[in-house]
């Protein structure tokens, strides 16, 4: 899948811009503030119907307007050409696909795949668990079809085990739910511990490339004990659960492991470390996807420059050049990233939410 068009109206600072984009790598560049990651954060909504940046999606609609717009042309398996797009108001969110509504969030994410590297990814390395799960989950559901109804019905029986251990309801009641939730839940366990080794195999080379003085290890944590099965754990953590209000074992409480010479990585990496960590996970997700989609996703990295030497920002450049992705990248000049060995690269320059494309 490549993004061959975006088209952007009233986003933030963004009144209208249109990137007739290269198939492969787009660098968009331009001082604080002109916008340039207002651009990756649309093509970001096209895909997820979110922001990176804000969780009220009302500050990214530009002053006095209406509405924002983000339309892609996205050319997908053999060729196939078809629109893309997402309006958002004060009222709430229309998506459509190839002209038709679609129907739900996980239409747009198979549609407009985006993955990105940002100083927030950071937190996949120092953070708590939520934002690997969230990046965990993302691999599973785009790599297994059958991901997604699963999540579905784990966390509706979730829900409901949760309202009971609230409402001081029986053991009986309470327990009613276990059959469900082990049996959903060990199937997603299957499904994340399958992803999770598919993924430490790309991993391997890309970590020895951008992180070559250190060894990175993934490891998966499924969220209780490993010597039980999850059905008997939860009988056995009733009275706790009863104390807590909510059900503390399970799918919903697992973890990625990133080990870093045989410790927490966070404790080993220094901050241009950790960038280069980072990189290396987002773009072994971005190969897995090729590898298991047969098209590639698009990869958005803000600022590539921050935080790095030139070394391995090099090595940084060199291995997103070569994978099979479309990527977008941002900087603030032109030429701090080095952009000779691109083939036929967009490059645009924004100033003040207005874009140029750049003959280069």
Not at 61 to 87: F, T
Not at 243 to 260: E, K
Request: net charge positive; charged share 25%.
């Amino acid at each position: 899948m490549t993004l061959q068009v975006l088209q952007v109206r009233d986003f933030r600072n963004i009144a209208q811009a249109r990137l007739e984009t290269s198939a492969r790598v787009n660098l968009i560049f331009g001082a604080n503030a002109a916008g340039k990651t207002s651009v990756l954060e649309a093509i970001y909504h096209l895909g997820r119907a979110r922001s990176f940046r804000t969780g009220n999606p009302r500050e990214l609609i530009r002053s006095g307007c209406p509405h924002l717009q983000v339309y892609g042309v996205v050319m997908g398996e053999r060729g196939a050409v078809r629109p893309v797009g997402v309006q958002r108001s004060s009222r709430g969110l229309t998506l459509r696909i190839a002209g038709e509504p679609a129907r739900g969030l996980a239409d747009l994410a198979r549609a407009v795949p985006v993955l990105l590297l940002n100083s927030n990814t950071h937190g996949l390395v120092d953070a708590g668990p939520q934002q690997r799960r969230r990046f965990l989950d993302w691999g599973v559901f785009q790599m297994e079809p059958g991901f997604l109804p699963l999540w579905r019905r784990y966390r509706r029986a979730l829900s409901n085990r949760n309202a009971a251990l609230r409402q001081g309801q029986s053991s009986a009641l309470i327990s009613a739910w276990t059959p469900e939730l082990a049996n959903v839940g060990e199937r997603i366990d299957t499904l994340r511990s399958r992803f999770v080794s598919a993924l430490g195999e790309v991993l391997g080379p890309l970590a020895g490339q951008l992180l070559p003085e250190q060894s990175i290890k993934l490891g998966y944590r499924r969220g209780w004990s490993q010597s039980e099965a999850l059905g008997s754990a939860l009988e056995a953590a009733l009275i706790q659960d009863r104390r807590s209000g909510y059900t503390r074992q399970g799918p919903h409480a697992a973890d990625l492991g990133i080990h870093c010479d045989g410790a927490r990585a966070a404790s080993r990496v220094s901050r241009g470390q950790q960038k280069a960590l980072v990189a290396a996970l987002v773009c072994a997700q971005a190969s897995l996807y090729r590898r298991h989609q047969g098209r590639d996703c698009v990869l958005l990295v803000d600022d590539l420059p921050a935080e790095l030497d030139s070394e391995r920002r090099a090595r940084l450049t060199r291995a997103l050049v070569e994978l099979p992705v479309q990527i977008f990248v941002t900087s603030i000049e032109q030429k701090d990233v080095e952009i000779e060995g691109w083939v036929d690269p967009g490059v645009f320059e924004i100033d003040a939410g207005k874009v140029r494309k750049v003959v280069y």
